[in-house]
């Protein structure tokens, strides 16, 4: 495992869509791991990127300069009562897998999330996909629901799982979400865990 001590985490910027487009676009062009079929091109990454960030995080992670992994959270559905859950994605690049980009990723999104009153964190996995399952099982998710033969690509059907892990505690009353945008957040370096 590499040393984690030189990565950084922060927020993510329109100019880091090229590096992002290279992680994401193996998994688009070889892979079942996510069904978006076509890599998106950087334009339409700068344009997810920036409107993410109004309201949701979408954190990136660098090493020695070079970002290796990415990870954000958006809506998991319209409607109004959702707001207090949200959809969680992680990729990481091949050459930094199995060195702890995703969980310091994901855990830096857990702070951000709390912070910003986000109760539930779902995350949708393609099956089969042991090293997926084990990843989210190791960081406190519960498998809540398996949908068989849910979608059609590279070839063949894909079961498709969901998992749910607590953020923050459920009020009786829960005030609005605070938009990421809004969210006094300095510097989410200091709230990675990157040296764990």
Request: net charge negative.
């Amino acid at each position: 495992m590499d040393d984690a001590s030189d990565q950084r985490v922060r927020v993510a910027e329109p100019s880091d869509a090229g590096a992002i487009r290279d992680i994401y676009a193996p998994f688009c062009e070889s892979s079942a791991v996510t069904f978006e079929e076509t890599p998106p091109t950087e334009a339409e990454l700068v344009e997810r990127i920036e409107s993410t960030l109004e309201t949701y995080p979408w954190l990136v992670c660098e090493r020695e300069g070079e970002v290796v992994g990415y990870a954000y959270a958006s809506k998991l559905r319209k409607r109004r009562a959702y707001q207090w859950v949200v959809e969680l994605s992680v990729y990481v690049a091949a050459d930094a897998r199995g060195t702890g980009v995703g969980r310091v990723l994901y855990e830096s999104l857990f702070d951000v999330l709390e912070r910003q009153g986000v109760c539930d964190a779902y995350a949708v996995t393609t099956l089969p996909n042991p090293a997926t399952v084990a990843f989210h099982e190791r960081l406190g998710f519960d498998r809540v629901v398996d949908f068989p033969a849910m979608g059609y690509t590279e070839g063949d059907w894909h079961d498709v799982a969901w998992w749910r892990r607590s953020i923050h505690e459920k009020a009786d009353d829960p005030e609005p979400i605070t938009p990421f945008s809004e969210l006094e957040l300095v510097d989410v370096d200091a709230v990675a865990r990157s040296d764990e």
